[in-house]
Nanobody, 123 residues
């Protein structure tokens, strides 16, 4: 079973930073790309960022380029998303996902989803 567990979501002021974590099984990190999607209230789920299983290729949505950084630590079985310069538009439920890497969409198709961690950007 492909297990993904997110953490790190919180309430943060505009301009602030957060780091999300996704704990993944070794099987996932060795075999699949892993990344983040988000879904804001009333909106469709969208891909945010992904990293290939070897770690050499990354994907970022245009809306987060230059502000978000994805990384992974295989020794800790964890993937991270560092989010800087947050705006209210970043408010969403953030999901960790795993599957084949797609250079245009990040992880696609998604083979496994986490439960999500909420990020709220508000003053």
């Amino acid at each position: 079973q492909l297990q993904l567990v997110e953490s790190g979501g919180d309430l943060v002021q505009p301009g602030g930073s957060l780091r999300l974590s996704c704990a993944a099984s070794r099987r996932i990190l060795d075999s699949y790309a892993i990344g983040w999607f988000r879904q804001a209230p009333g909106k469709e789920r969208e891909g945010v960022s992904s990293i290939s299983h070897a770690g050499g290729i990354t994907y970022y949505a245009d809306s987060v380029k230059g502000r978000f950084t994805i990384s992974k630590d295989n020794s800790a079985n964890t993937m991270y998303l560092k989010m800087n310069s947050l705006t209210p538009d970043d408010t969403a439920l953030y999901y960790c996902a795993a599957g084949p890497f797609n250079s245009q969409y990040g992880v696609q198709p998604v083979l496994s989803w986490g439960q999500g961690t909420p990020v709220t950007v508000s003053s």
